[in-house]
């Protein structure tokens, strides 16, 4: 196996950053989402169990279906692979930040409220930071996740490493079959662990020392 | 001193509150939390609002800053009607400070206090400046607190910063639900005494919501005490409440032993004040015992350059070193000469002294307190009380 990675270090290399650039970029979006639907619900709270709901069904929709029903309307192709994993990576990160927003304090809204600081300054200074921990906790799930999903959308040619796995599985018996499974596998996990590590760092540097455990 | 005060001791910086039959009736409910309340608070006063649970206070309150939108009556301040300004507007010139001082964890001693002058658009330099001189008054040193997190102070330096907020832009109005009701007691009267010294320095208008009756009677320049609905059960100085309660509630709530609550009436300042030979920090042990051995008194009270007090110490824990030591402030127990002899009392009785040191303005030093200076004093006014109750009773209406 060690032949085979020396061999192809580059495409791997080249694919691993593929895989982790998906990722990222999509979680980063699903955050942005997740963060504005989670306002939305903060603020009219009859929405809270429509978005409870959702979050709930979604999760358990099967990665393939998801990519056989996005596929007549998006193509083969990156684009798909992106919405497929956004979509996933939003439903942990909507779940937490709806919880994170809704449970600060209702003393310390009221305070902020009296001081003369408007819904908008509520929001962005009061609520966010405080649900901040609780949210990343959310993308932490979100991140882990969507290694995976990622991995699967490789199925309509998305970029990435999942493409090892499925080249793996098509060849089974042949030469390299192994060797494409392994790689594949073991990438993602290792790619998951490294952005979970940045993702924890970067965690400690946008949470206020006054919060952080 | 490193700051000046905002205000001279005479100027008057509150503004007139007028509740005007006020009603507020929260939906689905049969009786109004609070039906057609009207009172005057004068401006530069504080005034106490009372009674027992569920009576109406806190929602008295917070309609004065609209929390609250009342169901019917009008609120006026300085003269003008608040529902024609805009909440927001309104409220950054109210000062709002709540239970538990309510501080934003996330943020630290400064950044909560800068919160309402940086919504007014007051420049960097002058907010600096404002945080440091607040936590000046409210007796915390900026160089070591600034900078900290709620979590890092204890409940009573936490309302200290809350009630360091609440003045942060200056307001001329201040309102203030149950803010010392999750401290200790000892803190509690030593927060009550600050207030004091900070009201008697800026003269703002504060009403502050308590259930605790002898805390409206040390603090307030009137009370008001509220009926269930928030009907005014009685709206008058401390003396003439316990001198002439109005009716029945008001003389259950005031409750027994109303003679003790005397004791509540006079303040420290009232009374002869001994005055123990004191030691500044950094000067020679030996100097100062022998000082104290010449006067024959057995401790010396410790003050820093400022004139504070930061210690009291036996000669023997003196002579242990060459030079007066430094002492942690917060540690030791001072009373504020606005403080009542009732709590004179209590801190004397917790002193192994056998007495307690007394703090003018800003924490300045005054002298001691003992228990022959208070009796000297109770027995001195015994008769004239006597006489103005009695006076007082004869007054039909107040
Ligand atoms: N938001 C609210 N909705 C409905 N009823 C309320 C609300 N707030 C207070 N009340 C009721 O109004 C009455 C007065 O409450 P409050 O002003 O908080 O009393 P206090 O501060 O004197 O304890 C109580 O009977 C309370 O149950
Ligand atoms: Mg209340």
Redesign the interface.
């Known amino acids: 196996m060690w032949d085979f990675i020396v061999e192809r270090h580059q495409q791997i290399l080249y694919d691993g950053f593929q895989h982790a650039y998906l990722v990222v970029l999509a979680v980063a979006a699903a955050t942005v989402i997740a963060i504005l639907l989670a306002m939305l619900v903060t603020k009219v709270p009859r929405l809270d169990s429509v978005a409870n709901m959702l979050s709930a069904i979604g999760l358990t929709i099967p990665g393939f279906a998801l990519v056989g029903l996005l596929m007549p309307a998006t193509g083969i192709g990156s684009t798909t692979a992106f919405i497929c994993v956004c979509f996933y990576a939003t439903l942990p990160i909507l779940r937490n930040a709806v919880v994170g927003l809704q449970g600060v304090e209702p003393v310390l809204i009221e305070s902020a409220r009296g001081m003369g600081m408007g819904e908008a300054a509520v929001m962005a200074r009061v609520r966010l930071p405080l649900a901040w921990p609780v949210i990343l906790a959310g993308i932490r799930v979100s991140l882990q996740m969507s290694m995976g999903i990622a991995a699967i959308a490789a199925y309509v040619l998305g970029p990435g490493l999942g493409s090892y796995i499925f080249s793996g599985l098509a060849q089974i018996g042949g030469k390299n079959a192994l060797n494409y499974a392994l790689v594949g596998t073991l990438g993602v996990v290792v790619l998951a662990l490294l952005l979970d590590l940045l993702l924890v760092l970067v965690g400690r540097l946008t949470t206020s020392k006054g919060i952080r455990v | 001193m490193t700051t000046t005060p905002t205000h001279g001791a005479d100027d008057v910086s509150g503004i007139e509150i007028e509740l005007d039959e006020v009603v507020k009736r929260y939906p689905g409910q049969k009786m109004a939390a609070v039906d057609s309340l009207s009172l005057t608070v004068p401006a530069g006063e504080m005034v106490i609002f009372v009674g027992p649970s569920g009576c109406g206070k806190t929602t008295s309150l917070k309609m004065i ?1 609209r ?1 609250i939108r009342p169901t019917s009556g009008t609120i006026r301040l300085g003269g003008e009607d608040i529902s024609k300004r805009g909440a ?6 109210i000062g ?1 400070v ?2 538990g001082g ?1 501080l ?5 001693v400064a950044t909560n206090i800068e ?2 002058p940086k ?1 007014l658009g007051w420049d960097k330099a002058r907010i600096a400046e404002r945080v440091d001189e607040l936590l000046d008054l409210v007796g915390l040193e900026p160089d070591r607190y600034r900078d900290r ?3 890092e102070l204890s409940g009573g330096q936490q309302q200290r910063v809350g009630v360091a ?1 609440g003045l942060a832009a200056d307001p001329p109005v201040i309102l203030m639900d149950e803010p010392f009701g999750a401290v200790d007691p000892i803190t509690r009267q030593r927060l009550q005494d600050e207030l004091l010294g900070i009201q008697r320095e800026l003269h703002k208008t504060i009403v502050m919501v308590t259930h605790d009756i002898d805390e409206a009677i040390k603090l307030g320049d009137r009370v008001l005490i509220l009926q269930e609905g928030g009907r005014i059960a009685q709206y008058d100085t401390p003396e003439m409440i316990l001198a002439a309660p109005a009716n029945d509630f008001v003389d259950d709530f005031v409750g027994s032993g109303s003679a003790l609550k005397q004791l509540t009436l006079s303040r420290v300042s009232e009374i002869e004040l001994r005055h123990p030979t004191t030691a500044t920090v950094g000067e020679p042990s030996r100097e100062a015992i022998a000082r104290a051995e010449a006067a024959g008194d057995g401790s010396l009270v410790i003050l820093d350059s400022r004139r504070r007090p930061v210690a009291w110490r036996f000669l023997r824990e003196v002579a242990r070193r060459d030079t007066v030591l430094d002492g942690d402030r917060e540690k030791l127990v001072t009373l504020d000469e606005r403080a009542t002899l009732n709590d004179a009392l209590d801190v004397m009785l917790a002193s192994s002294y056998g007495g307690a040191i007394v703090c003018g303005r800003r924490d300045q030093y005054l002298g001691v307190a003992d228990f022959e200076s208070v009796t000297d004093h109770m027995r001195t006014v015994e008769k004239a009380a006597a006489e103005e109750v009695a006076a007082d009773t004869g007054r039909a209406e107040p």
Request: glycine content about 0%; cysteine-free.
């Open positions: 800053n929390l927001d507007e309104l409220r950054r010139h709002y709540i239970q309510s934003f964890p996330h943020m630290t919160i309402v919504l997190y709620p979590r907020r």
